[in-house]
């Protein structure tokens, strides 16, 4: 705590007079509340010193029901929501076709996920199609302030601004559930805390709750732990393991929001740097050939045989984290386990090393080792902080070893449009599946929908099917409309 408060002191010293007053939480705290989307979020900070949940806010319509930063941003958020709507055809596609059917009538949807501009198109979305929603941010660092405001200037009850504490994530998440005479009965959750929260302090809500989909590694495996223990008491959809996410949001999306969470945040340049990934699944193979591009030095540690093989066949050096430990510029972790990066790791790093986490969870860098009396923290801007050592090295650590690209960048909207469509037709199969279709237990996507996912997208590249003749769907043995690979293709 005193460190903490010398090292507020000195970052509030620091700043010009001139800008006037900024409240001290607003400089140095993790509560760091810039974002870099818009202006919108360099508003004047007078009122920063106040928290969201201290404040009373109401929307033109007099709604009190939603807690953000600030209400007065929801025009700026407005504008980013229809730029995000340009890059997301498939769910714009779903709303045209909903105008007739409301696949989600009577849905009541509590959800918790990233707040962006994307999720904001996915939330509207999932309105057009007749859902209620409630929604809180399940990452403390990611929300866009001025989208939030612009939910809930639409009447949407949203819990959520940058830079919440711990102790807020989890006001905000009991806010959306804990509410008199609204029952939730769908829940989608992105690394499975609102799951947890109704199983630890909400059971009965399950008598009512059809059905969970979830998008997260980390949310994956809490509930295929459930499951395997015999306590998971409604069917769950593991989207995470659809095609449809694996291959565009863990690939392709990574593959380009890593330079720009890097370069945002560092300014760094990429040439001829020596950087470690952690992890060679889909997140870090985008994560290497995006570096490699640019001609950094990559290597990669792994545990698994086949993905080792693959990342040595990719021309990428295989190594343990220690040999490479004192001579590499970055370290980057994909692997959505823990500790991968220990104290020990820290410790023998060399000056000026850039530390950072692109898996889903913020337990891969041991942060919490960092907080010790004799290591300083510096906040040098939004989300980059110098940890320096008693004989002066310092590493660079980005996001407190949080998500980089959602919390120190921006994630490809288009990208987010395939995850967020899969996510959407999810819902609308597990609301409708007739009783009795899904057990108790976790499950793939049908293979139908996340073809269905990618053909909505064709039409933005101008891209055109070819189409099975009837001799070649029977030589083939399969139906002329798809489904086009077996269950075990792994693309």
């Known amino acids: 705590q005193q460190i903490q408060f010398a090292d507020q002191k000195r970052e509030f010293n620091k700043r010009p007079t001139k800008i006037g007053r ?56 407005r504008r980013e929501i229809e730029i995000a709507e340009q890059e997301m055809p498939a769910l714009m596609a779903l709303r045209k076709r909903a105008q007739g059917e409301k696949p989600l009538a009577g849905a009541k949807i509590v959800g918790c996920t990233h707040i962006t501009a994307q999720t904001a198109v996915l939330i509207e979305t999932l309105g057009a199609l007749g859902a209620q929603c409630r929604w809180a941010a399940c990452n403390i660092y990611s929300t866009l302030n001025e989208v939030a405001a612009a939910l809930a200037e639409s009447g949407v009850p949203v819990f959520s601004w940058k830079g919440e504490s711990e102790d807020d994530f989890w006001w905000c998440i009991d806010r959306c559930v804990n509410v008199e005479g609204w029952q939730p009965n769908m829940i989608l959750d992105d690394g499975g805390d609102l799951t947890h929260w109704i199983y630890k302090k909400y059971p009965n809500m399950f008598k009512k709750i059809k059905g969970i989909v979830e998008e997260s590694v980390t949310g994956v495996h809490r509930l295929y732990q459930l499951s395997k223990a015999g306590k998971l ?15 565009f949001d863990n690939l392709y999306c990574c593959r380009e929001s890593i330079l720009d969470g890097l370069k945002r945040t560092t300014d760094m340049m990429f040439g001829g740097k020596q950087v470690v990934v952690c992890g060679y699944g889909e997140v870090g193979k985008g994560c290497c050939a995006a570096l490699k591009a640019m001609g950094s030095i990559v290597y990669v540690t792994e545990i698994d045989p086949i993905c080792a093989l693959q990342a040595c066949m990719d ?16 370290v980057i ?8 990066v220990t104290r020990e790791h820290l410790d023998r790093m060399k000056n000026g090393c850039i530390v ?14 960092l907080r010790t009396p004799e290591l300083t923290w510096e906040r ?27 919390s120190c960048s921006t994630v490809p909207t288009f990208v987010l449009s395939i995850t967020a469509t899969t996510q959407a037709l999810a819902l609308i199969e597990l609301y409708n599946a007739p009783e009795g279709r899904y057990k108790q237990d976790v499950y793939l996507l049908p293979k139908k929908m996340d073809e269905y996912v990618a053909s909505l997208h064709l039409p933005t590249f101008d891209a055109h099917l070819t189409e099975l003749s009837d001799e ?18 792994r693309y």
């Not at 400089?27 to 404040?55: G, H, M, N």
């Not at 021309?315 to 970055?330: M, P, S, W």
């Not at 950072?356 to 080792?369: F, K, L, Q, R, Y």
């Not at 070649?472 to 293709?489: D, H, I, R």
């Open 22 to 77: 900024r409240s001290l939480s607003r400089s140095i705290s993790q509560s760091s509340t810039d974002s870099y989307s818009s202006a919108a979020s360099y508003t004047d900070s007078s009122d920063d010193e106040t928290s969201p949940r201290d404040k009373q806010q109401k929307n033109s319509k007099g709604s009190s029901d939603f807690c953000v930063k600030n209400i007065k941003q929801a025009e700026f958020g």
């Open 380 to 406: 040098v801007r939004s989300q980059v902080d110098h940890v320096i050592w008693p004989d002066g090295k310092r590493i660079v650590l980005l996001a407190e070893g949080r998500l980089l690209n959602l």
């Open 233 to 247: 008491c409604v069917p769950a959809m593991n989207v995470n393991d659809s095609v449809t996410k694996q291959k």
């Open 472 to 489: 070649q769907a029977k030589y083939l043995g399969l139906n002329k409309n798809g489904p086009f690979k077996p269950n075990y293709y």
């Open 333 to 340: 972790t994909c692997t959505g386990n823990k500790n991968v």
């Open 315 to 330: 021309g990428f050096r295989l190594v343990k984290l220690n040999e490479v430990i004192r001579q590499v510029d970055i």
């Open 356 to 369: 950072c986490n692109m898996g889903h969870s913020n337990t891969e860098i041991d942060v919490a080792s």
